[in-house]
């Protein structure tokens, strides 16, 4: 009986997989067992394809103010900030309505058609929104945009299950770092494209080559806010060509759940170890949610963990929409009073200056400090930093210019955001609806400011960087317990 009991309860320690004839799936696993090297290809497709889609976000923010103007839609100048708003919400707005239904469409059609429809509406929808007549256009262009651009989710299953086990960090890594990439890029290519025609009048004058192509001139001087748009979308053009050649991941046969599963793991498990952590190792990880799919609300390791992302969230896309406007609008209302291509300049450095910080000294201030000490000194360092941000207003000339460089630098280094991670539809819909109500909010406040410039409590602008820091601030409280739930261990964390 004894016997008979071991050898029932034996099991194999190791198992052969089994891999189904004309299952995508399967033949992506096998050529993973197949082949041990580092998968450069499959960095670079990932690489591409994100920065193409993070492109199009903030791209607009650097000549945003100019075109609400040019619109006319705004009745006074002060009011240019609220329009500007709605604009650059539009499209966190279209993914919070789409993000969870983009996921479902990956994991029942696969992962590659989400991905050359995300690209491909990057090309039709922004090089639409560049010749935007009027405001509506512009904001159903962006929502457009925002709901048909639903990669981010499936990018991260994709990039779990296109990747062996011990690549499959570094490929959320890559992510992370081309999305971050993107949102500078972006908004640099904004700047140095925008208005072409001032900008560069022997490039395009009538007597240049590209003026005589077919009123190229004229052309640009009706739709001044094109070109930027049309660079992304040629970017988007490659982009969609080369994925063609992506394989698909997504298992079709019946026993596809169980390697979805597997997959869903990996994602949970690589999130928990990049994300919220204390020293001591504890995970604040994203439950799975498959494990408490009825508690959910009730979770409050995972329910603190998001409220932290999405507070940091609305931050920074307040920022990122309140600093462009407030670089190009006129001194007499507190600004700068910079043109689209300054503000290209800035960001440039600032984007120069962050990728060098994420390659060079973020990892090894994690590892001294960890992700939730780091994101607290970060915290407290910006408070500072934007509270002088309205007196750099008073200054001109090359004192200006260096001061302003430095200040966006460190900010944008502040705001790394390497650290915070989620991976599941509930935290994407909120931090999408965040990251919304940040470019609106902070619009809606840009130009209520500009109204109370003569205010004996902090005029003008002041009020502005007050309240980003005041936003700030509760960020920080929130690292803090017991609003950032800690579990008790790695396991509770898992159970």
């Not at 929808?125 to 010749?131: K, R």
């Not at 209302?333 to 990728?355: K, M, P, R």
């Amino acid at each position: 009986m004894a016997a008979a009991a071991e050898e029932e309860y034996t099991v194999p320690l190791l198992k052969k997989p089994q891999y189904y004839e004309n299952c995508p799936g399967c033949k992506v696993d096998e050529q993973k067992e197949l082949k041990r090297g580092l998968p450069i290809r499959e960095f670079l497709s990932i690489w591409t394809v994100v920065l193409c889609t993070a492109l199009p976000i903030s791209s607009l923010f650097p000549y945003l103010y100019f075109m609400i103007r040019d619109f006319n839609v705004a009745e006074k100048e002060e009011d240019i900030g609220y329009y500007a708003g709605y604009v650059g919400s539009s499209f966190m707005f279209g993914r919070a309505l789409t993000s969870v239904l983009w996921g479902m469409v990956a994991d029942r059609y696969g992962r590659k058609p989400v991905i050359l429809f995300g690209t491909s509406s990057v090309v039709i929808l922004n090089t639409i929104f560049g010749l935007s007549v009027n405001f509506w256009m512009a904001v159903i262009t962006r929502f457009l945009l925002g709901c048909l651009n639903g990669l981010l989710g499936p990018i991260k299953a994709y990039a779990i299950e296109i990747f062996r086990h011990e690549h499959q960090a570094l490929g959320l890594s890559t992510i992370t770092t081309a999305w971050g990439i993107g949102l500078i890029i972006g908004p640099a290519l904004g700047g140095f494209l925008a208005q072409p025609a001032e900008k560069y009048p022997a490039l395009f004058s009538k007597d240049s080559l590209f003026g005589r192509l077919v009123n190229c001139l004229a052309f640009l001087l009706r739709f001044p806010y094109f070109l930027p748009s049309l660079a992304i979308s040629i970017i988007a053009v490659g982009v969609t060509i080369a994925s063609f050649w992506l394989p698909e991941t997504l298992h079709n046969h019946k026993e596809k759940r169980a390697a979805s599963d597997d997959s869903y793991d990996a994602l949970e498990t690589a999130s928990g170890d990049g994300g919220l952590k204390e020293d001591d190792g504890n995970t604040v990880a994203i439950t799975e949610l498959k494990k408490q799919p009825a508690s959910l609300l009730r979770n409050w390791p995972l329910m603190s963990s998001i409220m932290v992302y999405c507070i940091f969230s609305l931050h920074d896309m307040a920022y990122t929409e309140i600093f462009s406007l407030w670089a190009v609008s006129p001194r007499k209302l507190g600004g700068l009073g910079y043109s689209t291509q300054n503000v290209g300049e800035i960001l440039a450095v600032s984007g120069f200056g962050l990728l060098v910080f994420q390659l060079a000294l973020y990892p090894y201030a994690e590892r001294l400090l960890g992700p939730v000490m780091v994101s607290r000194l970060a915290g407290f360092l910006s408070i500072p930093l934007l509270a002088s941000y309205p007196f750099l207003s008073k200054l001109s000339g090359f004192s200006l210019g260096v001061l302003i460089n430095c200040a966006s630098v460190l900010k944008n280094l502040l705001s790394e955001q390497h650290q915070r991670g989620a991976a599941n539809g509930i935290a994407m819909t909120a931090m999408s609806l965040f990251k919304a109500a940040g470019p609106a909010g902070g619009g809606s406040l840009f130009s209520w400011a500009e109204t109370r410039q003569d205010a004996a409590f902090l005029p003008g602008n002041q009020m502005v960087f007050f309240v980003l820091n005041v936003v700030l601030a509760i960020g920080v409280v929130f690292t803090f317990k017991p609003f950032l739930a800690q579990p008790r261990g790695r396991t509770a964390a898992t159970q």
